[in-house]
């Protein structure tokens, strides 16, 4: 079945130094790819996805390529701010779109 | 702000007793799905409706049920809890089914507590 893998957290950071949380994903088909934040006590917001093959998603600075050959979809971000603090859920979603599959999330903590 | 809304935020109850978390998606959503969240499973997938018809079940148990009413509203209930079900349940809604409709948007979740 589907899958995703994430990089286990915490991963600790000083503020803007460069972030990368990787992420592996198997899955049949052809999957669109997502990348969620949930701040403490909060929901899950989408930061942003990708639904083919070389496409960059981007938002607040966060990006993220699909790569079908190596099958990753790694978030990077060239400067963090403490209030990135979150956790992050890697996720993907194939054929008709029936259900996320998740990763475990990596919990960042962006310290000044 | 993503448009989804579910009530209650905070439920506590003691076990095998039932309650019912409810959900409204985004204006024009006619999917609706349900997650739960809990330390040890993490994210997983319970159930779909789409346009009031049940379209997918995942790891959901018997004792859940849930339902998509025609104003398209969902809830969710949960009988003979266990202290195991204390977790937090999300909604979340898409546009439609299909390539085009597959972003799910996420509601601040309910935070249930079985004592």
């Known amino acids: 079945g589907d899958s995703v893998t994430q990089m286990e957290g915490p991963v600790t950071l000083s503020e803007e130094a460069f972030l990368t949380i990787n992420c592996t994903y198997t899955?049949?088909?052809?999957?669109?790819l997502f990348w969620y934040v949930q701040y403490p006590g909060e929901g899950l917001q989408l930061l942003l996805k990708?639904?083919?093959?070389?496409d960059k998603g981007s938002n607040k600075g966060f990006e993220a390529t699909y790569r079908k050959e190596t099958t990753s979809f790694h978030l990077e971000k060239g400067s963090v701010q403490v209030s990135d603090s979150a956790v992050y859920f890697c996720?993907?979603?194939?054929?008709?779109?029936?259900?996320?599959?998740f990763g475990t999330g990596t919990q960042l903590k962006v310290e000044l | 702000d993503s448009g989804v809304t579910q009530t209650p935020k905070h439920l506590i109850t003691a076990t095998g007793q039932r309650v019912t978390l409810r959900c409204s998606p985004r204006?024009?959503?006619?999917?609706v799905y349900w997650y739960q969240q809990s330390l040890d499973q993490g994210l997983q997938f319970l159930i779909q409706?789409?346009?009031?018809?049940?379209?997918a079940k995942g790891n959901i148990l018997e004792r859940f049920s849930a339902q998509q009413f025609p104003d398209l509203h969902s809830e969710l209930n949960l009988s003979s809890l266990e202290l195991g079900d204390s977790a937090l349940y999300f909604c979340?809604?898409?546009?439609?089914?299909?390539?085009?409709?597959?972003?799910?948007?996420f509601g601040p979740g309910t935070r249930l507590t079985v004592l």
């Open positions: 204006s024009g959503d006619l999917s």
């Open positions: 899955a049949t088909g052809y999957p669109s």
């Open positions: 990708a639904t083919k093959a070389d």
């Open positions: 979340a809604s898409s546009a439609r089914q299909g390539a085009s409709a597959d972003t799910q948007y």
């Open positions: 409706y789409y346009n009031g018809e049940e379209r």
């Open positions: 996720a993907l979603v194939t054929g008709g779109g029936n259900k996320l599959t």
